[in-house]
């Protein structure tokens, strides 16, 4: 099987029939000129003027050949290029629509990554907060603890965002303990309190405000302690789907609020 010419090859090929069939085309002028002159100088010499007649006809036939014939072969040569440039195209276009796959991908990926690793924060506006907590410590007087999984930075820079509100409200904040751990594992952010607080409000606030409250796998609950009528740990980040994820293990599971 032959194999197919380069785009180099193609080129060389129609520059060099291109050549041929102008060199045609001069040996049918070097041809009509021959005639020309035979017709002017050979009039009494007709031996002479019918082999000038036979050479120039000669001539002019081989050069409306060599037009004909390299002339087809160039055009031949230049729609094997334009076939050549077109699939070269396609094959560029196709790359690039798998390169654009791949950055799509990429940067799907690269969003998951952030969504993962991404610090926890409060909302930026705190104003809303401050003040239902600075009206229901008005009403009842709050006094907050703060436990933070061990070992857990970004635990941690969450539970400390977490008592800089109460701070803005002026809010007691008696025990803050960085180093928590309550047994079994909880995930998320959890809440507790005394009958003293009306915990569904505080928990309705939070969760107005964009807080995200977590997920026990076992039976581990957490207590206001010294002194404290409101708790709240916060336990490691919410993995993605974490529900989804629990269901799957067990059907009957449901997201448990340590209220």
């Given at each position: 099987m032959k194999a197919e010419k380069t785009i180099d090859e193609l080129k060389a090929d129609i520059s060099q029939n291109e050549a041929y069939a102008e060199l045609g085309a001069w040996i049918v002028v070097i041809g009509l000129l021959i005639e020309i002159a035979s017709a002017i100088w050979l009039d009494a010499e007709i031996k002479y003027e019918k082999y000038s007649l036979i050479v120039a006809n000669s001539l002019i036939a081989i050069g409306v050949f060599c037009e004909i014939h390299f002339g087809r072969k160039s055009r031949m040569s230049a729609d094997a290029l334009q076939l050549e440039s077109e699939k070269n195209i396609?094959?560029?276009m196709e790359r690039a629509a798998i390169l654009e796959k791949?950055?799509?991908e990429s940067r799907e990926r690269t969003a998951q990554i952030e969504q993962i690793t991404a610090f926890r924060h409060i909302p930026k506006d705190t104003s809303k907060l401050i003040k239902i907590f600075s009206d229901l410590n008005s009403k009842t007087q709050i006094r907050v603890q703060?436990?933070?999984?061990?070992?857990?930075?970004e635990a941690l820079c969450y539970a400390l965002e977490i008592a800089n509100i109460f701070k803005l409200c002026s809010i007691d904040i008696v025990h803050f303990s960085q180093n928590f751990h309550l047994g079994t594992p909880v995930i998320g952010l959890q809440m507790a309190g005394t009958n003293e607080l009306n915990l569904e409000e505080?928990?309705?606030?939070l969760i107005e405000?964009?807080?995200?409250?977590?997920?026990?796998?076992?039976?581990?609950?957490?207590?206001?302690?010294?002194?404290?009528n409101l708790c709240f740990f916060v336990g490691s980040k919410l993995p993605p789907d974490i529900h989804a994820l629990l269901h799957n293990l067990n059907p009957n599971s449901k997201r448990e609020l340590n209220i």
């Open positions: 396609a094959a560029a791949e950055a799509a703060i436990n933070c999984q061990t070992s857990d930075t505080i928990h309705s606030a405000n964009e807080f995200e409250f977590g997920v026990r796998l076992g039976q581990a609950s957490i207590t206001p302690q010294n002194g404290a």
